[in-house]
């Protein structure tokens, strides 16, 4: 099969072919309907991060079961499902108690390692073994994954345009539902209206906040982010934007979301809180960055830091029931998809967010 493969920041992406092993016990195999192009898959191409390399790269995607692996009963050939680049193990101490997006078995074998549950690939390239990136590599024709990571979904949705519930959307939503359980009646700010912002923001609306400030450089984006129900819009790239948060909202905020990460936005995500205030830490700074805070300050105003991992989602739960409010129209989705290319362009994707304004690049194998 024809597949992205990435070995480096100084190696152009490589559209290439791929051989993909059979679902073992416990897996799947899914034929790709669409992967969207995320921030994250952006940070592994410039090696901002320690991503196992060589990869198949892509971690939100969508498609059709079409093998299962021995022993696999939960899923069905045929099932439209959503990926997840949390695979829930089940078995760890954080998957019992139902806290799946922290599961460990994820945490320190598949993401890090770039492999499956028993720590081999199903990856490979003339001989040379390929890693899976998040248990995913969506940039291709074909997936095996494990079975808690292929979510069955309804077969009514339009199977394309779902691939973004499965990063974007579960992350930005579930910060604000999950995560942070953000109150009717809040005030929220959010910084960064990309793919995942833009659904912090329309989450903050699922949540019946009051007021949600939109953030950003790009004025087209924080517009963007008026049709996902923000109230009001702040132009980062005019001065400082926690000045102009105070001059909207002169208590400061009960959550700010920082969908960016860098340390700059991230400082500026404590400096917006108003008494009891929340700062969401969601957007992901390079490996190893700092950011400060005033720790009196935040222990006089009884404030707190949080981070979010996949917005602190259960996937099993959360994907199809997302799914489910977009076709109910509680959640848009279709304004998220700027664009579709086929796999092959790959690299002008990313150009599209790097460069182009993008919010989420559909590929299409
Ligand atoms: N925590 C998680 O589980 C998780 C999951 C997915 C993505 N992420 C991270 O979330 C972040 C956002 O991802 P995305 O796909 O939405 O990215 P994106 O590139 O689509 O959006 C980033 C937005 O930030 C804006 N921006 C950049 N600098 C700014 C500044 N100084 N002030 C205000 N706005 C600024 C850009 O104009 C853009 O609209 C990335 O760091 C990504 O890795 C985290
Ligand atoms: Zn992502
Ligand atoms: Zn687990």
Not at 273 to 286: C, E, R, S, Y
Request: include cysteine; proline fraction near 6%.
């Amino acid at each position: 099969m024809k597949a992205i493969v990435f070995r480096d920041s100084s190696t152009p992406l490589e559209h290439t072919d791929v051989e993909l092993a059979a679902p073992k016990a416990g897996e799947v195999r899914v034929k790709i309907a669409a992967a969207g192009v995320c921030h994250s898959d952006l940070h592994v191409k410039r090696d901002e991060w320690e991503a196992p390399a060589p990869m198949v790269m892509g971690h939100e995607g969508s498609g059709i079961v079409t093998e299962l692996g021995e022993g696999v009963t939960s899923l069905a050939i045929g099932d439209h499902v959503v990926l997840s680049w949390v695979p829930p193990c089940g078995e760890c101490r954080y998957c019992r108690s139902g806290h799946e997006a922290r599961c460990q078995k994820v945490a320190t074998v598949v993401a890090p390692k770039g492999v499956l549950f028993d720590g081999t690939s199903r990856l490979s390239r003339d001989g040379e073994s390929l890693h899976h990136y998040l248990g995913v590599s969506s940039f291709a024709e074909e997936v095996v994954v494990p079975a808690s990571g292929a979510i069955k979904v309804r077969d009514d949705a339009p199977l394309d345009v779902i691939a973004v519930v499965g990063c974007a959307v579960a992350t930005g939503v579930g910060a604000v539902l999950n995560t942070a359980a953000v109150e009717p009646g809040a005030t929220v700010a959010v910084i960064g209206c990309g793919g995942v912002g833009l659904n912090v923001v329309q989450g903050a609306k699922l949540a019946g906040a009051e007021r949600i400030i939109a953030i950003d450089v790009l004025p087209e984006k924080t517009a963007m982010a008026v049709q996902f129900g923000a109230t009001d819009q702040i132009d980062a790239s005019k001065g400082d934007p926690v000045e102009a948060l105070f001059e909207l909202v002169p208590d400061g905020v009960d959550y700010a979301f920082d969908a960016i990460g860098r340390t700059v936005t991230t400082e500026q995500s404590i400096r917006m809180l108003g008494l009891g205030g929340a700062a969401v830490i969601v957007g992901l700074p390079p490996t190893g960055a700092k950011a400060s805070f005033e720790p009196l300050v935040l222990a006089e105003a009884d404030q707190r830091i949080l981070g979010s991992n996949y917005g602190s989602v259960r996937p099993s739960i959360d994907i199809p029931a997302l799914v489910d409010r977009y076709m109910d129209g509680q959640l848009k989705l279709d304004p998220l998809i700027s664009g579709r290319r086929p796999l092959a362009e790959a690299a002008e994707a990313f150009d599209d967010l790097e460069h182009g304004g993008a919010l989420r690049t559909l590929l299409i194998p």
